[in-house]
């Protein structure tokens, strides 16, 4: 019944989105090795070849030749966030007019805490829900404080910058992921980060990039998945190889050593601007805890998973300060608590977060809403519980990780 053996996941989406579009507007040809070839990194690529950019899929890379003018056109962001934060940030300052849609839930999605910032220095910007309409303008200088920890916000800013006609200051107060900000100066990008009085300051000059090399370690986020199904699921010792070891993206690791979890971390080495690492977890007895404050956004895509791996301790757990994963791909406080009650957790919601009791897990029908990681939890959530659990929409776990289920029964399969 365990999950056991080495895998190595799909790569990082975060990465490969800001891999491919700066490829895009750089000058000259960039590889990107090992890219995430998932539905959202597809649709920032398809959007960057509307624009003009020449992007092609080899055996094991993308090589990108990038151009200096975005070609005015409409772009579908699918079901893709980063693609429609980033992209709106990235193209106010070209000469052209653009217009971003996206599907049912990404059109439901706040776009204003991107749009608002990017007026504040010129930008001519329609809309603070897709469809998105932009007309470019002349940028000038900003220096904004986020209000939320948002590395897509952040992003859309610095990108911005590169065409604006002054200094891009972007204010921190609490550290999301970085990713923007080691792989710019890759690409010739002018940015500086320091810390004053306790805040992050990233400072970034305009100018042009030039092509660049990419290595894309395999997805802390995907990775979360058989961490947790090691943790919990009895019998168990799952190794994810080649992981980027961020610590920007590994709050959930953390949380499972907080829990008690056996988790060893190995081969730690450098990999592009990156760290990687083969991490193991075994199953082992968890205990409860309180999750909040600046632990959250380095574990925010995995607070769903965090509220099953609650289930299973030994004592009630509470997140808090998590009112970001209300404007997810789903609400994901409501969406991930109806569907555990569903199958038998004892979860209760509250406006930032919610609190779980240990409870067996039982079989039941339940929907994914069309958000890929709630898919994700409940298939592994179906290996607590000899009853069937019927998953609507479990396909959809391909926005992030093309195979999930296959990779999941070859784990399970090769301890039968
Ligand atoms: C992402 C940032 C996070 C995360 C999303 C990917 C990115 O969103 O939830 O899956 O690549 O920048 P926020 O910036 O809205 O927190």
Request: hydrophobic share 40%; charged share 25%.
């Amino acid at each position: 019944m365990g999950l056991t053996g080495r895998i190595r996941v799909p790569s990082d989406k975060s990465i490969t989105h800001r891999a491919v579009m700066f490829g895009a507007v750089a000058h000259g040809v960039t590889t990107i090795h090992d890219p995430l070839l998932g539905a959202d990194c597809r649709s920032t690529m398809e959007a960057m070849r509307r624009l003009g950019a020449t992007v092609e899929e080899r055996a094991d890379r993308v090589v990108i030749t990038g151009t200096d003018k975005m070609a005015s056109t409409t772009i579908d962001c699918g079901n893709s966030g980063t693609t429609m934060r980033l992209l709106t940030g990235l193209l106010v300052g070209y000469d052209g007019t653009y217009e971003l849609m996206g599907d049912e839930s990404l059109s439901k999605r706040p776009m204003g805490r991107v749009t608002v910032p990017l007026r504040e220095r010129g930008a001519n910007i329609e809309g603070d829900y897709a469809p998105i309409r932009i007309r470019g303008s002349e940028l000038g200088r900003i220096d904004y404080t986020l209000p939320v920890a948002s590395a897509q916000v952040k992003s859309a800013i610095l990108l911005a910058g590169l065409r604006a006609k002054g200094e891009t200051i972007v204010r921190e107060p609490m550290l999301s992921r970085d990713h923007t900000e080691r792989m710019l100066p890759l690409f010739g990008g002018r940015i500086d980060v320091t810390i004053e009085d306790g805040v992050r300051v990233i400072r970034l000059d305009p100018g042009g990039l030039k092509g660049a090399t990419v290595h894309v370690p395999a997805d802390p986020s995907s990775a979360a998945f058989f961490w947790a199904g090691a943790a919990i699921v009895p019998n168990s010792r799952v190794t994810t190889v080649d992981v980027c070891l961020n610590e920007t993206r590994i709050g959930f690791l953390r949380t499972l050593e907080r829990m008690g979890a056996s988790v060893s971390i190995e081969r730690a080495r450098p990999l592009g601007e990156e760290t990687v690492a083969d991490v193991t977890v075994s199953t082992s007895t968890l205990r409860g805890i309180e999750l909040g404050g600046e632990a959250i956004p380095h574990q925010i895509d995995e607070l769903p998973l965090f509220a099953l791996v609650a289930s299973q301790a030994t004592s009630p757990s509470t997140v808090r300060d998590a009112g970001e994963l209300r404007v997810k791909e789903t609400d994901r406080i409501r969406t991930v608590v109806t569907e555990l009650k569903t199958l038998g957790v004892d979860i209760e919601e509250t406006e930032d977060g919610f609190t779980v009791r240990p409870s067996p897990i039982r079989g039941g029908d339940v929907d994914a809403f069309g958000d890929h990681r709630l898919s994700m939890m409940l298939q592994i959530a179906a290996l607590l519980t000899d009853d069937p659990v019927h998953i609507h929409g479990m396909d959809v776990s391909d926005v992030s990780y093309p195979q999930f289920h296959q990779d999941l029964q070859r784990l399970g399969r090769e301890i039968e």
